[in-house]
Every structure is written in C-alpha cells, then in structure tokens.
C-alpha cells in the first residue's frame, strides 16, 4: 500500500512538472498512429508499411526529450498514460461504432448499398478488433521500457550536454526501441492472426524500423532544443528534487 501510495505521489508530481504540450502531443501521437496503421501505404511479400509509421517516431521523440530530463522511469510512466488513454479512446470509438446511424461518407456514396458498405467499413475501421488493441498496447509498453532504460544507460556513459551526445543516445535507443515495439506487434497480431512467416516478421520489423528512425533524425534537432530550454528555464525542478530526497 505505501508502494501504490508513493507511485501515485510520484505520478502527480511528474505530470505536473512535464510541460503539458508535451504530453498533450505524446498522446495524441499514439492515439492517432494506431488509428493510422490501419490504412496500408505499400505492400509485398516481405515488405509493409503503413501510415501509421508517418507518425510513431513523435512519441519516440517525445520519450528521449523527456528521459534526457526526467529520467527513464518518468519516460515509462508518461507513455503508460498514453497508452491507457488510447485503449480508452479505442473502447469509446467501438462503442459509438456499434450506435445506429450514418458517416458523412454515407451520404456521398452513389447508392444506398456502396453507402452501407462505407458504412461498415469506417464502423470497422474506427472499432478495431480487441487483439490489435492489445498488441499495440504489449508493444508499447515493451517498447518504451527497452527505449527509456537504453536512452538512460547511454546517457549516463556518454552524455555531455551536446547535440551529439542527444543524437547518440537517442538514435540508437530508438532503434532499438521501435524494432522491439514492431517486432512485438507483428508477433503477436500479424503473426498469429495474419498468417504472417517469421521471415516477414523480423523483415518488417527491421524495415520499419530504419523508417522511423529517419523521421526521428531529421526531427531530433528539435528534440534537443526542447530537453536543452527545459534545463535552461529550470522546468521539472520539483520532480527532479523530489526523487532525489526519495534515493
């Protein structure tokens, strides 16, 4: 009981020192990538992307500005927020897809059956199916701990308030970071329920990788700008003092 009581002193703290548009964009990051990789941008036997990619690498970025800052277990738990915000949100949209009623979409559709079929389409779309809720949420979970606790490690060893320092860190827990929550995913979802091979696993997993790790590079200039004006401002004092009276 007084570990649950000082986890939730600790949770209060934190999200009130991380700068709220931070969060705000972690979580809608998450939110809208799962939601997102429901639509295919390119398909092949041993390669697939989908435009939820377009969008993963935000909440990577998010994670390595505040492990930099925060410390890697502030990184997990702001990630285990978002994370149970998005199965939230996916429970509400199942819901309000199983209402009676009409998309817009239904309405521009030729005939009254296309409608129907645009209908059911957008309601299976927005419901999602319970297995691709839970491997996304397995995959995160798994994911943010390997990338908070790597970034973290790396930091420790080689950080020296530099660009390059943030970029080494960053880079290669993200890589390694999204390789496990891809891997896990297609494990877990496409594997068993798609009939994926182990071959197009691991390929996928590792391609998809290297496409999100380019959106992190080219945006990690920002990344380090942001961790870099939160030292300057002396933004998270309270929470950094906090876990150190607790050590």
């Known amino acids: 009981m007084n570990?649950?009581?000082?986890?939730?002193?600790?949770?209060?703290?934190?999200?009130?020192?991380?700068p709220s548009m931070v969060i705000s964009v972690f979580i809608l990051s998450v939110v809208c990538m799962n939601l997102m990789a429901s639509k295919e941008?390119?398909?092949?036997?041993?390669?697939c992307i989908n435009c939820g990619l377009a969008l993963?690498?935000?909440s990577f970025?998010?994670?390595d500005c505040i492990c930099k800052r925060y410390g890697a277990k502030a990184s997990v738990k702001i990630s285990i927020l978002a994370m149970a915000v998005n199965v939230i949100t996916v429970f509400i949209f199942k819901l309000l897809s199983m209402t009676p009623g009409h998309?817009?979409?239904?309405?521009?559709?030729?005939?009254?059956?296309?409608?129907?079929?645009?209908?059911?389409?957008?309601?299976?779309?927005?419901?999602?199916?319970?297995y691709v809720v839970f491997g996304s949420a397995l995959a995160m979970l798994m994911s943010a701990v390997v990338n908070s606790y790597t970034n973290a490690w790396i930091g420790k060893a080689?950080?020296?308030?530099?660009?390059?320092?943030?970029?080494?860190?960053?880079?290669?827990?993200?890589?390694?970071?999204?390789?496990?929550?891809?891997?896990?995913f297609s494990a877990v979802v496409s594997h068993v329920f798609f009939g994926w091979n182990w071959t197009q696993v691991i390929i996928c997993s590792t391609t998809s990788?290297?496409?999100?790790l380019a959106f992190e590079a080219i945006f990690s200039p920002v990344g380090f700008k942001v961790s870099k004006n939160w030292e300057a401002e002396g933004i998270g004092e309270d929470y950094l003092n906090c876990i150190q009276s607790a050590v």
Not at 3 to 18: A, G, M, P, Q, T
Not at 209 to 212: K, L, T
């Open 56 to 58: 993963s690498w935000i």
């Open 61 to 63: 970025l998010c994670m």
């Open 41 to 47: 941008l390119y398909s092949s036997r041993y390669f």
């Open 103 to 130: 998309w817009a979409a239904f309405y521009s559709a030729s005939d009254a059956a296309t409608g129907e079929l645009i209908n059911d389409g957008l309601n299976s779309t927005f419901g999602n199916t319970w």
């Open 209 to 212: 990788m290297f496409i999100e």
């Open 158 to 184: 080689h950080d020296k308030g530099t660009y390059g320092s943030f970029a080494l860190r960053s880079f290669i827990s993200t890589a390694i970071g999204q390789w496990v929550d891809n891997f896990v």
């Open 3 to 18: 570990f649950i009581k000082s986890e939730l002193k600790d949770y209060k703290i934190l999200l009130r020192n991380v």
